[in-house]
């Protein structure tokens, strides 16, 4: 598995096609998330009998929130400040390494999957202390409950990565969908498919859906992430969405690749970049479509029944590198 | 050059203690901690320069201690925990300037710390069984009165002092009996004969030796179950000590485990290490579970040091049992690794109890549920803490993230073993790493969430002062070194890898390639933090431009200050406010078995009609079930003795006689 990645260093593209790939990737899911939010919407409000908001909707409340005036807290710190920018700067710096349209991208040695579930952490601490800083006591209540989810998704993401990094004898992201690519009978192994649940379940938590969260909530017994970002208004809170958006988008693109690999491109050329774009987008948006329909047919669970979820998305993970290291 | 270095250090830290001492109080402070921080500067002179040539220096001084003399030897382990003491050492002698100057510093204040100093950084050189033990024993006998120095502000710092006292003699007591036996055995009582002597010991005595001393060696290093002492002890101590025994002394701990298991007795076989894996997975989770959950800022961080010395034990086990089992570069990987951590917990926990100490000097509490709002009266603190606290929760771009992802790495690597039992300990090991990860990050956002941000919770909080420049100092030049290590790891590891090459027996240095990020040499794998960093500031100059960019928007005004949204009602206060205990209880409930809280509710009803409460108070304290259910017992059987035995003497000099006499006798009929 070591060849995977020399090539990488040896034969690969030039640095300003790689370098474009990432800018391309960073923008698709910048563009790609919101219309993702908006596309599960979609399917929500038709699954439910209504017409819904049309798919943009997602960025045209983006247009308007950077338009409207930035109002803060009185008690607020700097950390109101920089908490939306560091969730978007996290975020888009994962979104340029990670192999979601193609495997070269910039500094392609250096994109370690540890790398991308530490960026997200980052992202998650940043949300959580902004939560805190207004003082309120519905923002402390949402960063408490998002941190202890948080708290306790980390590990079955991190176990989920690993049993992907045990199979390909790396942690390094184009390495993992190379080793996919050239082994496509690894796609359908137990320790796949068991990750493959695990990291599900963890996507489904660090986005914030039901029913881990219900996204459309403001209900004061039920609100995660909604409750820490009360305070955020007007360009702040337009960043907040955004990187929640780009969080969405990234994951959903991971997990596409990780799993699905086809369609990706290993040369950064024309053409090739154009059919990956295609395939990022038709994978991500059937993703998005079930995730939607399971939320229309689920009830959120109770805040206190999340962790047991959670701790099974965690022992599927653990079991999946168990029978990894069985299987070998 | 070395060795004067280092010998330079080592008598200035005793000059220092002996000023703090004798000096008049007007400048016993000053006396005691310029030739202090200088001591650490020679020290880290000495250290350093063994730590680039990769030469090491060792001297025999027959004169100071009858019978044996003194041997002292830096090798390149040695000298990383020295180095490592060394920066921790000058931060908190900068720091005590200002911490010690509100009031007339006391004696044991400005003498303890420098000859606490000098034998931590004493212990690393010893070089022979008797050196050792009296390094290990003054270090213990400093740092218990160290400890002491608050008593009378604090009644419960006896008590911390008490259960310090047994476990650290307790502890020595293992130590000593292992290296004595170790000694008689191999027929030398110097380390380098013993060193010369290993594969040769029969086993049983060996793994006798290795159990033996490992088991006191983790006490010191607060190993789940030898811990109870460690998050009492390093609360009540004054911060600059607290600095010095969760930055510097615990480290001591691991240092002795890796010198007798991989120098004096060569590795071993595989089960030792995978104890030691064992202890590191159990303090790993016990440490973190219990710091996400206490509300006192210095006792979180207390446990928080369980927990990354539990991180660091399971990378020390792993690196021993791959290398027990031939799989010789993922064992210098994970050595490595484990030493990188090692360093970079004392930076950021060094700078975390200098910054509790700081919040403890400007509000008088350590209670976060007391605190908030920090950030506006002290800002130089909060970022300092802040610093150390995103490091420890090892956010890309600091130091934290460097080494936990090269022990993650490591471990990964290790799969390649051949040993099904490795694997195991391997895959317990990744996993309390993943379940340790998230709880820390809680931990630390309910630190500087709670105890920073939002409103004052308190009249002390409201009108807390920032405090002096040597304390930020102090805290600055560790939380400098966090930031530093995170951006340019790469520029630690040939540092590291001396102190692997001399220490693992049957692992391979050079397991990661030196430069600016981390690049695994033979094995699959890198990272780049620095440009991470880079990364992250273009996304937020581009974010800040795209907001520019819109005419109306936002970006080109000042924001608007208003009122929180408090659901209508106004004006707020911080009693809505979420508390440390608060943030904590959703995890707490989760984990309720491990950490077995005791609630105590009660509510006073009104006179008209009991649907109307009066008053309701709400009690919780969550207490350490290991001391509960391992200690406790022992501790009673012991105090009964005891009160047994108090019976006998009553004051009655005839009876102190007769029971002289009876004792005389007894020894006379043994002798014969």
């Known amino acids: ?328 | 050059m070395s060795a004067t270095a280092y010998l330079t250090g080592l008598g200035a830290a005793g000059i220092a203690a002996v000023l703090g001492a004798l000096l008049p109080t007007r400048w016993r402070l000053l006396g005691a901690m310029v030739p202090g921080a200088l001591a650490c500067l020679a020290a880290l002179v000495g250290s350093g320069q063994v730590l680039l040539s990769g030469r090491s220096f060792s001297l025999h001084v027959a004169q100071v201690l009858p019978f044996t003399g003194i041997d002292l030897s830096l090798d390149p382990l040695g000298a990383l925990f020295v180095a490592t003491t060394a920066i921790v050492g000058l931060a908190a002698s900068c720091y005590s300037v200002g911490y010690g100057a509100h009031r007339a510093p006391g004696r044991t204040a400005t003498a303890t710390v420098p000859a606490f100093l000098a034998t931590l950084l004493l212990v690393p050189a010893a070089a022979s069984v008797a050196t050792f033990m009296v390094a290990w024993e003054l270090m213990a006998l400093t740092s218990l009165l160290a400890l002491l120095t608050e008593h009378r502000q604090r009644p419960e710092t006896r008590d911390a002092a008490q259960w310090y006292a047994g476990m650290t003699h307790a502890g020595a007591a293992a130590v000593l009996l292992g290296l004595v036996l170790l000694a008689a055995h191999a027929g030398g009582q110097s380390f380098a004969a013993i060193a010369a002597h290993r594969g040769r010991l029969s086993a049983p005595v060996a793994s006798a030796v290795f159990v033996l001393t490992a088991l006191g060696f983790a006490s010191k290093a607060g190993a789940v179950p030898l811990h109870v002492w460690l998050p009492r002890a390093h609360p009540e101590a004054p911060s600059p000590v607290s600095a010095l025994m969760s930055g510097a002394m615990v480290n001591l701990g691991v240092y002795g485990i890796l010198r007798t298991g991989q120098d004096l007795l060569g590795g071993g076989q595989l089960w030792w290490w995978l104890l030691v894996a064992a202890l590191g997975v159990a303090s790993a989770f016990f440490g973190a579970l219990h710091a996400a959950a206490s509300t006192d800022v210095k006792r979180l961080l207390a446990y928080s040091t369980v927990d990354n010395v539990g991180l660091v034990l399971v990378g020390v086990g792993a690196a021993g049992a791959l290398a027990a089992g031939g799989e010789r570069v993922p064992a210098g990987l994970v050595l490595l690794a484990a030493l990188f951590h090692l360093v970079n917990h004392a930076l950021f926990k060094g700078c975390l109890f200098l910054g509790a100490g700081a919040l403890q000097q400007a509000t008088g509490t350590r209670d976060l549920d007391r605190l908030g709002g920090l950030a506006r009266r002290m800002p130089v603190t909060a970022a300092l803490f802040a610093v150390a606290a995103l490091s420890i929760s090892a956010l890309p771009g600091l130091n934290g993230f460097a080494s936990e992802w090269l022990l993650l790495e490591g471990l990964l690597h290790g799969f390649a073993s051949r040993s099904s039992l490795t694997d195991a300990a391997l895959l317990a090991g990744v996993a309390v790493f993943a379940v340790t990860g998230g709880l820390t990050a809680t931990a630390f956002v309910k630190a500087v969430g709670v105890g920073f941000l939002g409103r004052a919770r308190s009249e002390a909080a409201r009108s807390a002062l920032e405090v002096r420049p040597s304390m930020l100092a102090g805290g600055g030049l560790l939380a400098g070194g966090c930031v530093v290590l995170g951006v340019v790891p790469g520029v630690a590891v040939p540092v590291l890898d001396r102190a692997v090459a001399a220490t693992l027996a049957g692992g391979a240095p050079g397991a990661v390639r030196a430069g600016l990020g981390l690049d695994l040499a033979s094995l699959d794998g890198a990272i780049a933090p620095a440009l991470l960093v880079e990364g992250l500031l273009a996304a937020a100059i581009v974010s800040w431009g795209v907001l520019r960019l819109f005419p109306r928007g936002a970006g080109l005004r000042r924001p608007r200050r208003s009122e929180a949204w408090g659901c209508g009602q106004e004006p707020q206060s911080a009693r809505t406010e979420i508390t440390a205990t608060s943030f904590a209880e959703p995890l707490q409930r989760v984990f309720a078995d491990v950490l077995r809280p005791d609630h105590d509710l009660e509510v006073t009803h009104a006179d008209e009609s009991r649907y109307f409460p009066e008053a309701i108070s709400f009690h919780q304290r969550i207490d350490d079930a290991v001391e509960r259910v391992a200690y406790g017992p022992v501790i009673g059987v012991v105090a009964r003795w005891g009160r047994l035995a108090r019976r006998g003497p009553n004051g009655s000099v005839h009876r102190y006689l007769g029971l002289g006499f009876a004792a005389l006798v007894l020894i006379l009929v043994f002798l014969a």
């Open chain 1, 1 to 328: 598995m070591t060849a995977t990645t020399a090539t990488v260093v040896a034969g690969g593209p030039s640095a300003w096609a790689t370098a474009a790939a990432s800018v391309l990737q960073v923008g698709a899911v910048a563009l790609g998330g919101p219309l993702l939010l908006g596309l599960m919407g979609k399917v929500r409000a038709r699954a439910e009998g209504r017409t819904g908001p049309p798919v943009t909707q997602v960025l045209l409340d983006l247009r308007k929130l950077v338009r409207k005036e930035a109002v803060r807290a009185d008690q607020a710190s700097a950390v109101t400040a920089l908490a939306p920018r560091l969730l978007v700067a996290s975020a888009a710096v994962a979104a340029a390494f990670t192999p979601l349209v193609t495997t070269r991208p910039v500094v392609a040695t250096g994109a370690d999957a540890f790398v991308v579930v530490y960026l997200l952490l980052m992202g998650s601490v940043a949300l959580a202390l902004g939560g805190l800083d207004a003082g309120t006591a519905f923002g402390g209540m949402g960063s408490s409950r998002a941190m202890t989810i948080g708290a306790i998704s980390e590990p079955a993401l991190l176990v989920g990565v690993l049993a992907l990094a045990v199979q390909s004898g790396t942690s390094n992201l184009p390495g993992i969908v190379d080793a996919s690519l050239a082994h496509p009978g690894w796609l359908a192994s137990p320790q796949r498919l068991l990750a493959l649940a695990a990291l599900v379940v963890v996507v489904i938590a660090e986005t914030g859906r039901v029913p881990v969260d219900n996204p459309s909530t403001h209900l004061e017994l039920t609100m995660v992430h909604e409750a820490m970002v009360l305070e955020q208004a007007g360009p702040d809170l337009a960043l907040v969405t955004m990187g929640e958006a780009m969080r969405l988008g990234l994951l959903l693109g991971l997990l596409a690749n990780l799993f699905f690999p086809w369609g990706i491109d290993a040369s950064v050329s024309g053409p090739a970049v154009v059919v990956a774009l295609a395939a990022l987008g038709a994978k991500t948006a059937a993703m998005a479509v079930l995730i939607a329909l399971v939320e229309v047919s689920t009830a959120k669970l109770r805040l206190f029944r999340v962790p047991e979820l959670l701790a099974g998305g965690f022992v599927l993970a653990v079991v999946a590198v168990m029978t990894g290291l069985v299987a070998r």
